[in-house]
């Protein structure tokens, strides 16, 4: 009797260590946070990067299914990581990522609204104001962000399977 293997996949760790680290600049590095402010497109390309250096790399098929997990393991990671270096800049470095992007929004938002102008200020005011954060809420923050940038790293690997599937259709 004969039993057939399938070969095992390509570790999908180098793909996951890139995205994560796309996701991490796209939220971290100064004025690159803008990205974000157009539909979460930093974290949707993070995703994408992902799957597409795995596909290009390995030079297999990826499924929609299997390119959606890889991206939101991705973006899970991405986004922990990202609460993490955050507050270890804002901790070591008196530096809160995002912050200028947000003086931006702010400037912006106050000269379309000037009679809003104090409401923003405020706010302002609230995301620069110090902060003790305990280690439990670290944790916690560092899983919800997880959970939320994953789905959308998910949808950007989901994207560049279709993508690349369309394009080797058309190559046919």
Request: glycine share 8%; proline share 5%; no cysteine.
């Amino acid at each position: 009797m004969v039993v057939e293997t399938v070969p095992g996949r390509p570790s999908k760790a180098p793909a996951l260590l890139l995205g994560t680290a796309v996701l991490v600049l796209t939220t971290t590095l100064p004025y690159l946070t803008l990205i974000n402010a157009f539909l979460f497109a930093g974290i949707i390309i993070a995703g994408a990067v992902a799957a597409w250096y795995y596909i290009m790399r390995n030079q297999i098929r990826l499924e929609s299914g299997e390119a959606f997990v890889l991206g939101a393991m991705s973006g899970f990671i991405g986004g922990a990581l990202s609460v993490l270096v955050a507050y270890l800049l804002e901790k070591w470095f008196s530096y809160i990522p995002g912050l200028e992007s947000l003086r931006l929004l702010v400037a912006w938002a106050t000269s379309m609204a000037p009679e809003d102008a104090e409401t923003f200020q405020q706010m302002l005011a609230m995301v620069t104001a110090p902060k003790d954060i305990a280690l439990s809420d670290l944790l916690v923050s560092m899983i919800l962000t997880g959970m939320f940038y994953a789905p959308f790293s998910g949808i950007g690997s989901r994207l560049t399977v279709f993508v690349l599937k369309r394009q080797a259709r058309k190559k046919s």
